[in-house]
């Protein structure tokens, strides 16, 4: 009898990877409270070790072996630093910087505010144990999860804008203004996090080293015509999250750190469209479910749903009080502080980015780890139900101004 064979394997869980969340978007129609992205991530979950794993052991323990589970592992942190990359080279800070005072607030309290409701809640975890993870510290926990409710998903963020129709809009390019600098902020507050004594050393030459490094790939970029420079930018890629990873940062602080320093205009903007359109449609499905594979329910299943909704409170109740406190202090018209907020409390991608690399330096348990990813998945579900009426209220509201 044919032994079947790890490629065989690894193939099947290809085949459900790409078949199970596509049948149920299309079937199931959740494009307008889920889009394909969020119902990806929630079937990662499905098909992990907590629930059909552990449902159906004997399924989990054929598809999922030690020797496939590596290879998604490997092809899902190639994909996400793909796309952390795209997200860093899509930063547009000159744009921020023109309108620095209204963006400097709005950003600061959209993030600030809502770190702070998410600390307090990570306060309340750490006095229950399974919670912070074996090498982190209490202050790590918490600022950790803080920042974890204080992140914009800004590559979903445009996503959604893009299907309301309102990101080339005045409104929509204030939003991404904001987003933008909170995206800056929420790399530094990890890089702090994940700050190694013991390698302090490693850390401070890995910076040195790539800020001389920076001003020579620059250079080449622009002396090499652009065909080139997409295979240059993969090596560099590919050297910087060497580099951080080695030095005890994270790999994906060095993807980030990579695209921030390239130039968009470097790269035909269609192109680069495309680019992050088919790193999602082909790669990123890999990493949503090679997460789904980490979630665990070890504290129980209802308590990690209770810690899920408690955090989603903090996300959401602080971020559209920061949002609405920059609007009284800004003046805005009234509706556009809640739009912007419910807008800005998008998770999904970012937030699970920003999860993993927790998890992975053991900063937090894998039961906070499925609390933020539960928390993130809801966060995402909501916006788009929760905006529509209020675009169209704000609409008629500007008509009957004019």
Known sequence: MHAVTTMEVFLIAMAIIFCVPYLIWRVGRTEYFAPLVVVQIITGILLGPGILGAAFPAYYSFVFTGPVVQILNGLGAWA??????????????????????????????????????GALAALGMLRFPGWMGLEGQPWQFVVGVGMACAVTALPILILLMEKLEILRQPIGQRILRYASLDDIAIWGVLALVLLDWER???????????GVACVL?????????ERDRWYVMLIWLAVCAFGADWSGLHFMVGAFLAGVVIDADWF??????????????????????????RTQWDVGGVTVFAAALVLLVASVAGKLAGVHLAGRILRWRPGEASLIGWLLQTKALIMIIFANILLDKAIISSATFTALLLMAVMSTMLTIPVVTPKLLRLDQVRRSDS
């Open 217 to 225: 790939f620059r250079k080449l970029m622009r002396a090499l015509p």
């Open 200 to 210: 302090i050393g490693r850390q401070v030459g890995f910076l040195l080293a790539f």
């Open 80 to 117: 996400v630093m793909l796309f952390v990359l795209i997200a860093g080279i899509e930063l547009d800070l000159s744009k921020a910087w023109a309108n620095r005072r209204e963006s400097g607030i709005t950003a600061g309290l959209a993030l600030g505010v809502p770190l702070v409701f």
């Open 268 to 293: 035909d903007q269609g192109d680069m469209d495309r680019l992050r359109h088919n790193v999602l449609l082909v790669m990123m499905p890999v990493f949503f479910l090679s997460t789904g594979l």
